[in-house]
């Protein structure tokens, strides 16, 4: 079955840096878009960045370009997002997350983890 | 930036219909992917492309869009559909993932 498992949160000082890592197993992790996702306290979804399947291509949400970057390891079928100069706004549970279709980006997310806490606080 | 605008909640009796909508520019050229999310859980995608369930979703769940609205339909309404919704889609324009603002749906 598809699992995606992440892990790297923590409390961090604002300005600090962190390293999220998505172990993915279950399905051919090589061929499929990866995406990260986080979630405030108490606030609505937002997606932070995404890779394609052969990580030719990667993107970055607006509030997080520049400080934050996705990669993937697929020899670890792993995923990950290195978080640099982080801020309080930051503060949230961050999603692993793959697309549903094979070698395509932007498709309907189909499997989630089940969620990093990252809180940003002095 | 695209902008997806959903009502912040919706009331409904147990055995009714809850309709969710998903307001966006021209969002019946996009396809719209909707989410539950109940309260700790990661999301769970109930329709996709528009229309579409993942298998293990209940017919009961249905989706629309055209013109400026995308609607989620959820038929003969359970307990246990009481959950936070997401509408998404993709912005071509600037190659980034739009999630809509949620809607909790309260069952009476």
């Known amino acids: 079955q598809v699992q995606l498992m992440e892990s790297g949160g923590g409390v961090v000082q604002p300005g600090r840096s962190l390293r999220l890592s998505c172990a993915a197993s279950g399905f051919t992790f090589r061929r499929y878009a990866m995406y990260w996702v986080r979630q405030a306290p108490g606030k609505g979804l937002e997606w932070v960045a995404g890779?394609?399947?052969?990580?030719?291509?990667?993107y970055h949400g607006d509030s997080v370009k520049g400080r934050f970057t996705i990669s993937r390891d697929s020899s670890k079928n792993t995923l990950y997002l290195q978080m640099n100069s982080l801020r309080t706004e930051d503060t949230a549970v961050y999603y692993c997350a793959r697309d549903r279709l094979t070698t395509v980006t932007w498709g309907p997310i189909d499997y989630w983890g089940q969620g990093t806490l990252v809180t940003v606080s002095s | 930036s695209y902008v997806l605008t959903q009502p912040p909640s919706a009331s409904v009796a147990p055995g009714q219909t809850a309709t969710i909508t998903c307001g966006g520019n021209?969002?019946?050229?996009?396809?719209v992917h909707w989410y539950q999310q109940k309260p700790g859980q990661a999301p769970v995608l109930v329709v996709y492309d528009d229309s579409d369930r993942p298998s293990g979703i209940p017919e009961r769940f249905s989706g629309s869009n055209s013109g400026n609205t995308a609607t989620l339909t959820i038929s003969r309404v359970e307990a246990g559909d009481e959950a936070d919704y997401y509408c998404q889609v993709w912005d071509s324009n600037s190659d980034y993932y739009v999630f809509g603002t949620g809607t909790t749906v309260t069952v009476l």
């Open positions: 021209n969002i019946g050229s996009k396809s």
């Open positions: 890779i394609a399947y052969d990580g030719s291509n990667k």
